[in-house]
């Protein structure tokens, strides 16, 4: 099923006075196995977008759909259901919980999506597999490097086989050799799994590895352009 933002205007109401444009007359569709990017500079909306992507963040304007259903139609609840029924996220400071170990942070959103506990098993086991972390689940994160913390988020956001995973400056952390670790892993994920990912980034290899670049600016889309492998 495809997400898709359609016209979407968001403002933000910075003070009483001061209104800032976070997304002005973004169109965006993501079809499955896509793999693309949101790249521009600071404060241009990357963010935002991803935000309103996730139906954290509602449009001031415009629809966001899933399929056939409008996002901004649902409840706050209905929207977090969704949310965790459909997208997996991966942040640039990872945001592991400390107090869990490795597997019980990428079994988290599984206990609250209500999967039974063999299925619930399973699925960190391959996920942690996936990310070659499957002898370090009893470790907790302040045990684990910057790059193997990032897996680990990596793990918990594809455990759930989720149609989108969303990304913000997943690699921005990390030295350039683990990024281009992390980079090669979402590829393959993308290609052995058909797993969809849109990023937002600065990192130039991320870039250069992405199907489709979306550039942001002052809010919009500037500009799209597509790799023909
Ligand atoms: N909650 C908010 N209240 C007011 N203004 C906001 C809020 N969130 C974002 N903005 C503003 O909206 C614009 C877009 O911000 P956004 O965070 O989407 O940018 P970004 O491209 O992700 O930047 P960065 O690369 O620094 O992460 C900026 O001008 C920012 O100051
Ligand atoms: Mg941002």
Known sequence: ????????????????????????????KIAESDFMALVGPSGSGKTTILNLIAGLILPTLGTLRHGTSDITALSLEERT?????????????YQLLPILTAAENVEFPLQLKGFSQG?????????????????MG?????????????????????????QLILADEPTANLDSKTAQEIIELFKKLNQDYKLTFVFSTHDQRLIDQVKTVHYVKDGQISETRTHHA
């Open 119 to 135: 299925e619930i098993k399973d699925r960190v086991t391959w996920a942690l597999a996936q990310v070659g972390l499957e002898t």
């Open 1 to 28: 099923m495809q997400f898709e933002l359609v016209n979407v205007e968001k403002v933000y109401q910075a003070s009483e006075e001061t209104k800032v444009y976070g997304a002005r007359n973004v169109n965006l």
């Open 81 to 93: 259901k969704h949310r965790l029924d459909y997208m997996g996220f991966i942040f640039q400071d």
């Open 138 to 162: 009893h470790r907790f994160p302040k045990q684990l490097s910057g790059g193997q913390q990032q897996r680990v988020s990596i793990a918990r956001a594809i455990a759930g086989k989720p």
